[in-house]
């Protein structure tokens, strides 16, 4: 690592105004500051409140599955060979992905804030299935903001959501993605803001979103750590995840921060390669800006603009990150580094091939990087990978890359 | 209050008139049509000039705004370009006030420093910065004020009267209240609610008060023009440079006219008069 001051813990932030180093805050319009400084309020009683903890306990173990298993991948580790590789199956939970983790959280805290409506962005479809999902089971109605381009490559959750009752609200806006689809979520909110909870999904948002959201994924990193233990006795020497707006990331990452020995890689979409516009990997080729409530790395034109980006993955393209993945960059702790496209192609057939396991076209980023790095390992090394969710919503599209006759 | 907007606000309050504050998208439809509009704005009336500055990604903006800003991007229009505008503008008016409204990315991306010593140089007296809340003040806020620039702080439904005096605290200008919850060029809400809301924020600021968001007509301009220090009409202007345009942007029929015959009416409904100038302040 090079000479920069190195923290007593990466484990503390945000601080008291939101912020990890000089990312995070709160740039939001005056009409939602009340709402966020109250639920901030809120979140901190919650988190007190053994009540509350009780509540999500329960449902985490009997409705969402936890805690998930971490398997040993022997046939990919064979495969590949050199260090060991174990899937933290996020993609075992109830709706297939992580996302639920976070959702269970927040629909407790909606209940708690008294608000009657939710609402949702979502990309590849997981965060908004996972939203619709216990927004029935909770008797909320739910309106889940998606773009167009998105609704076309993730179509099973569009179904998905609209057989759970959820107004799927298709955004035109930009290039009709994720960050379209944030941007009319945000508006909604703020006509809305009297009755409404917006559950945002990513580890990011105006604060208290990235932390919220990283605190109930965090269950992720907390198992995994406590499962590799348990198997091997020994904390992993890699922990790799994918990065869109990094809730799976953090989820993971987190209860690892302090452990020196154990090497962090978050993985962006690298899309068709870094040079043009058409990648989604903000740390490696964006700079600092404010979009969507906080100051973080995004992909930004001269002017301050912010580019649409690509990835063959709707769930990473986002030309933003979470801003505590920002603050990890900048202080060395946590390495990213882009997957391109074909890459992840690969690997999402391969995992298929040799586990038998269909992973989600945004967790076979962070496959693709074990198997970049996994042959150069040793046998007794251990890489531990996030499978964030299952792939069945990508069967489709990539059935039509590959050129599949079905 | 030695600037343009502080002597404009005491020039109408000697007058005995609400301030008619005017919205146009810098770069709508493009530059030299922007600039042609923006010296029409003074000529028929207006007060004040609001001059967007537009953002890819304007989350408290309707879908007319969001198009104005994408016409003005597609054309080339930059921050800097914005500048160049208000630059263009003060070589024909050097008393009407112009204040930039927008959102912080691209104002950072310029850097905070050299945005507000150019600005001043352009001849821009105050910002609205919708994503920028008090508690974010140190990012823009507080260096504009020390750089002479006022910051114009928007007030809305949700801002109790335990927040009020955080809003107000490094406000300076006027105070922009915010009609409702909700994005540009939603329906106006009930006006007497609107009052109430005024009344209370002026009981604590000497700032003049005005009011935007929904106000579209003579008709609403008059009844929120007797309420408040002034009326902001935003989404109504854009609507009529946008109604002169066919659906690739180009324009086909003439946007100062159909600004200036907008704003003509505009500003009889906020001085309290009638189309032929007759006073009306007493008999609505």
Known sequence: MTARPVPNSFRTGADEQGMFGKYGGRFVPETLMPLVLNLERQWREAKGDPAFEAELQQLSTFYVGRPSTLYFADSLTRHLGGAKIYLKREDLNHTGSHKINNCVGQILLAKRMGKTRIIAETGAGQHGVAAATVAAKFGFPCVVYMGITDMERQKPNVARMKLLGADVQAV???????????????????????????????????????????????????????????????????????????????????PFLDDVGVRIIGVEAGGRGLKGVEHCASMSAGRPGVLHGNRTYLLQDDDGQILEGHSISAGLDYPGVGPEHA??????????VPVFDDEALEAFQLLTRVEGIIPALESAHAIAQAVKIAPSMDANQIIIVNLSGRGDKDVQSVADILNMEI | MNNRIGRRFEELKAEGSAALITYLMGGDPDFDTSLAIMKALPECGSDVIELGMPFSDPLADGAVIQAAGQ???????????????????????????????????PIYSYGVDRFLADARDAGIDGLIIVDLSPEMDQELCIPASRAGIDFIRLATPTTDDARLPKVLENASGFVYYVSMNGITGNALPNPVDIAAAVARIQKSTLLPVCVGFGVKT????????????????????????????????????????????????????????DRRGRDVSTAI
């Open chain 2, 71 to 105: 016409r003005a991007l597609k054309g080339g229009q930059t921050l800097k370009r914005t500048l160049q505008l208000t630059r263009e503008f003060r070589q024909v008016d050097d008393q009407t006030p112009v204040v930039l409204m927008g959102y912080f990315n």
């Open chain 1, 327 to 336: 603050w990890l960059r900048d202080s060395g702790r946590v390495d990213y």
């Open chain 2, 218 to 273: 003579a008709e609403q301009a008059h009844v929120i023009g007797r309420a408040s220090d002034g009326v902001v009409v935003g989404t109504a202007i854009v609507s009529a440079i946008a109604d002169t345009l066919d659906s690739t942007g180009r324009v086909v029929a003439d946007p100062v006219k159909a600004v200036t015959n907008l704003v003509t009416e505009l500003v009889c409904g906020v001085r309290q008069l």
């Open chain 1, 172 to 254: 035109r806006s930009g290039r009709s993605t994720l960050k379209d689809a944030m941007n009319e979520a945000l508006r909604d909110w703020v006509t809305n803001v009297h009755d409404t909870y917006y559950v945002i999904g990513s580890a990011a948002g105006p604060h208290p979103y990235p932390e919220l959201v990283r605190d109930f994924q965090s269950v992720i990193g907390a198992e995994a750590r406590s499962q590799i233990l348990e198997r091997e006795g020994c904390l992993p020497d890699v922990i790799i995840a994918a990065i869109g707006g990094g809730s799976n990331a953090i989820g993971l990452f987190h």
